[in-house]
């Protein structure tokens, strides 16, 4: 295993000890087989990406996963779709099964999806709620030390990318496979990850005003805090819409 996906999936390991000790404290409503959060847009990081990109590269049908994780991206990889009309849509993940019980990848799912609990009742996660808001854990801290890695990794000092998963996943195995035909075919015509992250954030803009002063993005707080994402980027975040993610998880506002 690539040495930086050892290193995540320890994190990961270290991590879920600590929220494990958080969610006695707590009912939360997540269960197998609910797979609501499973429908949104969700942004991963570099290490999360190649973790979860060595893992299908194992799969002896790793040529179907890249077709559906291409397909995804041609679908809805640009910046113009927002995590509102995806959810609406509701397209599952690609790595979640069939009957959408089962996610493929559960034991290497990113922070996004893996430290996301809700504790309001778990009819209240239905694309059908339309008015009611649904209330999640926070655990931004645990969240930002996934930032904190993918930052530390980044050559040069350069930012750390966070973009789509499909994307990024399909990137990564790219990236460990380098000289593999198939997948560099699949790659072609794709935006890079930091490419899909530049037009988001040039998007930012035209969105602004949707959410009221007083709201914010916690997962975007949270890698503010991480101090991956520098402040004075995002001084007018606290206008954001939901449609602006970074790096967002299964998270609806």
């Known amino acids: 295993m690539h040495k930086v996906c050892e290193i995540q999936l320890a994190l990961y390991q270290h991590l879920d000890a600590k929220v494990s000790e958080v969610l006695k404290q707590f009912k939360v409503s997540c269960s197998k087989g609910c797979s609501e959060c499973c429908k949104q847009i969700t ?45 609406n849509a509701q397209v599952p993940c ?14 290497y799912r990113p922070s996004a999806c893996r430290y996301l609990y809700a504790v309001s009742p778990k009819e209240m996660c239905s694309a059908n709620n339309k008015t009611k808001l649904i209330s999640y854990l926070n655990l931004h801290e645990i969240e930002a030390q996934s930032w904190k890695f993918a930052q530390d990794v980044q050559p040069d000092g350069t930012l750390a990318v966070a973009a789509p998963l499909p994307l990024m996943v399909l990137t990564c195995m790219g990236m460990l496979q380098p000289q593999n035909k198939v997948i560099f075919e699949l790659l072609e015509g794709l935006p890079t990850p930091g490419e899909w992250m530049e037009k988001t954030i040039q998007n930012m803009d035209q969105f602004k005003g949707e959410f009221s002063p007083q709201e914010s993005d916690p997962i975007i707080d949270a890698a503010v805090k991480a101090g991956v994402i520098p402040e004075d980027i995002y001084e007018d975040r606290h206008q954001r819409s939901s449609s602006f993610h970074l790096y967002d998880g299964p998270h609806r506002s």
């Open 43 to 87: 942004t991963v990081m570099l290490p999360e990406g190649t973790l979860i990109a060595e893992v299908v590269l194992t799969w002896p049908t790793w040529r179907k996963w890249a077709g559906k994780l291409r397909k995804w991206c041609d679908q809805f990889a640009g910046p113009e779709v927002t995590r509102d009309s995806y959810f």
């Open 94 to 107: 690609p790595f979640l099964n069939h009957n959408g019980e089962v996610c493929r990848i559960y034991e």
